[in-house]
């Protein structure tokens, strides 16, 4: 049974930072995608941005310049930093990972960006 916990979610205010952890239960090198999705009551699904085992990484339109997705392999744990935070950045995130035809997703972890 392959378990995703994220952490690391909270209240920061705009311009703040925040650093969201994925601890995946196994090697994290079994798997083709990791990557960090978020979910508003108005949009869900939305990218944020995801990894490949071959490397790439696609960052979604809204984050580009002010997250970054890492990992540490032997941590078994999957990074999202986020810099620069601005309201609409607030939802819940979700870390996802894929392994073949078969995809992982964590519980969530909520991060609100307000003054």
């Known amino acids: 049974q392959v378990q995703l916990v994220e952490s690391g979610g909270g209240l920061v205010q705009p311009g703040g930072s925040l650093r969201l952890s994925c601890v995946v239960s196994?090697?994290?090198?079994?798997?083709?995608?990791l990557g960090w999705y978020r979910q508003t009551p108005q949009k869900q699904g939305d990218l944020v941005a995801i990894m490949t085992s071959g490397g790439g990484i696609t960052y979604g339109d809204s984050v580009k310049g002010r997250f970054t997705i890492s990992r540490d392999n032997a941590k078994n744990t999957v990074y999202l930093q986020m810099n620069d935070l601005k309201p609409e950045d607030t939802a819940i995130y979700y870390c996802k990972a894929i392994r073949g035809v078969a995809a992982y997703w964590g519980q969530g972890t909520q991060v609100t960006v307000s003054s």
């Open positions: 196994g090697s994290i090198l079994s798997f083709n995608v």
